[in-house]
């Protein structure tokens, strides 16, 4: 027998690719996490103007385990870092917590659109239904 080309062990030829072509189906929970703050970002991004053109907006898993002394003991659903001379300022949406409070796909979504509007709301200084006339807190 010579050896060549390969067929896999039931004699039925080549395999095919290992991995299928992307669909939505195959995105990750945090790729489409990830998505959420992107659109929620984009929506208030023409409030900030060109003095906070620069802001971040990113993502991480859970929030650091000491938070100021002036933050809430309770793990908080995002932070606003303001900028320096040398770094731009930083909107994060912690994930974890987020999603423990979300009860299916629209209500995170929701939850992502208000913890963005809050935290750019409070880099403004101005209030959160500015930013986004559907925001409501208490719903």
């Given amino acids: 027998m010579t050896r ?3 067929r896999e062990r039931h004699g039925r030829g080549l395999r ?5 072509p992307a669909v939505p189906a195959m995105d990750t929970r945090r790729e489409r996490f990830d ?9 208030v991004r023409p409030h900030l103007g060109t003095r906070y053109a620069d802001l971040e ?5 859970v929030p650091p385990v000491d ?12 932070r606003l870092l303001r900028g320096t001379a040398t770094r731009a300022g930083r909107v994060v949406v ?11 796909d629209q209500d995170l979504s929701d939850i ?6 809050e935290q750019v709301a409070a880099l403004l200084g101005v209030p959160p239904h500015e930013i986004d006339p559907g925001f409501d807190p208490d719903a």
């Avoid at 095919?16 to 299928?20: E, M, Q, R, S, Y």
């Avoid at 992502?112 to 509007?117: D, L, P, S, Y």
């Fill in 67 to 78: 938070p100021a002394p002036w933050e809430e003991q309770a793990a908080p659903l995002g």
């Fill in 16 to 20: 095919g690719p290992l991995a299928w």
């Fill in 112 to 117: 992502v659109r208000e913890v963005v509007t």
């Fill in 4 to 6: 060549g080309r390969r």
């Fill in 57 to 61: 907006f990113a993502v991480e898993e």
């Fill in 35 to 43: 998505d959420l703050v992107l659109d929620a970002a984009d929506r």
């Fill in 94 to 104: 912690y994930r974890r917590p987020v999603e423990l409070r979300a009860q299916d």
